[in-house]
T-cell receptor, first 111, second 121 residues
Framework: GQQLNQSPQSMFIQEGEDVSMNCTSSSIFNTWLWYKQEPGEGPVLLIA?????ELTSNGRLTAQFGITRKDSFLNISASIPSDVGIYFC???????????FGKGTKLSVKP | DSGVTQTPKHLITATGQRVTLRCSPRSGDLSVYWYQQSLDQGLQFLIQYYNGEERAKGNILERFSAQQFPDLHSELNLSSLELGDSALYFCASSATIGVAPKSGSSYNEQFFGPGTRLTVL
């Protein structure tokens, strides 16, 4: 099935560093979402973007919906150990449609 | 806690067998989605139900089927199981369309359950 190209695949960073990850697609999406998944849990929504060019923050997280509607990025500032997990981007074409996921970015934070 | 419950949490079975995974959506949510998460394929959409009716189908095998009952809970049935069916199966639910405050666009947020880990031996 269709998937989004998410990079990097994994990141090992020091506590306090900033993190950046992105997602690209060959097709247009109406909605871009960023989820975080921790071991033994389902994905949890972090940020949702509904408009091309939109820049949205949620605490230390900032995400942008690309102008072309084919990409999105997520930044995490001043990382802390509890940021550890797998971050997924997801695109949605219709307002009630299924989500198409990237393969995830595994984030490890060294105290 | 997302409010979506899934049972069982773990399931171990043998090839050729049939299993049923159960999902209870958040109170009031009419849509239920099933996703499969495997190491090589990532999270893949399987099927969506809305108020008891099938709404959309993704990469769901013919050996798999689902239904949504009048009380809105859903079941995913997997039959003639193969080793490659071992994966995490997630259910998500969403409400009817809302309106994003910033952009005014319509949207629905999907809330994921904790998943069922299926191991086929």
């Amino acid at each position: 099935g269709q998937q989004l190209n998410q990079s990097p695949q994994s990141m090992f960073i020091q506590e306090g560093e900033d993190v950046s990850m992105n997602c690209t697609s060959s097709s247009i999406f109406n909605t871009w979402l960023w989820y975080k998944q921790e071991p033994g849990e389902g994905p949890v929504l972090l940020i949702a973007l509904y408009k091309a060019g939109e820049l949205t923050s949620n605490g230390r997280l900032t995400a942008q919906f690309g102008i072309t509607r084919k990409d999105s990025f997520l930044n995490i500032s001043a990382s802390i150990p509890s940021d550890v997990g797998i971050y997924f981007c997801a695109g949605q074409k219709g307002s009630q449609g299924n989500l198409i996921f990237g393969k995830g970015t595994k984030l490890s934070v060294k105290p | 806690d997302s409010g979506v419950t899934q049972t069982p949490k773990h399931l171990i079975t043998a090839t050729g067998q049939r299993v049923t995974l159960r999902c209870s959506p958040r109170s009031g949510d009419l849509s239920v989605y099933w996703y499969q998460q495997s190491l090589d394929q990532g999270l893949q959409f399987l099927i969506q139900y809305y108020n008891g009716e099938e709404r959309a189908k993704g990469n769901i095998l013919e050996r798999f089927s689902a239904q949504q009952f009048p009380d809105l809970h859903s079941e995913l049935n997997l039959s003639s199981l193969e080793l490659g069916d071992s994966a995490l199966y997630f259910c998500a639910s969403s409400a009817t369309i809302g309106v994003a405050p910033k952009s005014g666009s319509s949207y629905n947020e999907q809330f994921f359950g904790p998943g069922t880990r299926l191991t086929v031996l």
